[in-house]
C-alpha cells in the first residue's frame, strides 16, 4: 500500500451529455430573456420576487402567481469570489470575479460574471448593470457579464436580508 502523498495520477477523457428540461416556470423566465427580459413572478401571500423563479414559493408553498414583474436590469452587488483558480472549460481569465446581484425590485439574487473592473476593487453593495450579447436566446449566457454603474454603492442595510 503506497504511503500517504505517493500515488499514481491516471488522466482519463470524460464526457457527458445530458438535456436539461427547463419546466414551466423556467422556460417563462428563460423566453423573456430571449427578448431581452429579465422576468419575476411574485408570491401572492408573501410579495417576494423570484427571479428564475421555479414556479413556487419556497416559503408558502403556493404558485408565484401574484404578477409577472419585468425587472430592470440593473441591481445590487450581494456578495462576491474572486476566482484565481483556473480550470478545465473556463472561458474567462484568471483572475476575475462572479458574484450575487439583486436586481432592483427583486427578492433572490441571480448568479453573474462581474467586469469592466478590477477584480480587487470588486466590493459587496457595488451597483451593477447586465451587458446583453449582441445575439440572445433562452439562456443565461445571453448576458454577458455585469458591470458597474458608476452609482454610488448600495447601503447594507437596504440587502443585508438578501445575502
Ligand atoms: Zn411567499
Known sequence: MPERGEGTIVERPLRLDYDYTAGLAQSRFLKGIAQKKILGERCPK????????????????????????????????????????????????CPYASGYILLDGADIPLMGLIQEIPHDQVRM???????????????????????????????????????
Not at 445590487?76 to 472549460?89: D, H, K, Q, S, Y
Not at 445575439?135 to 445575502?163: C, F, N, R
Request: include cysteine.
Open 125 to 163: 453593495g457595488l451597483r451593477v448593470e447586465a451587458v446583453w450579447e449582441d445575439e440572445v436566446g433562452p439562456t443565461l449566457q445571453s448576458i454577458k457579464y455585469w458591470k458597474p454603474t458608476g452609482e454610488p454603492d448600495a447601503d447594507y442595510e437596504t440587502y443585508k436580508m438578501h445575502l
Open 46 to 93: 408573501c410579495g417576494k420576487v423570484y427571479v428564475g423563479s421555479r414556479g413556487s414559493c419556497p416559503t408558502d408553498g403556493v404558485a408565484t402567481d401574484g404578477g409577472e414583474v419585468d425587472l430592470p436590469h440593473k441591481g445590487t452587488l450581494t456578495t462576491f469570489c474572486v476566482v484565481n483558480v483556473p480550470f478545465a472549460g473556463q472561458s474567462v481569465e
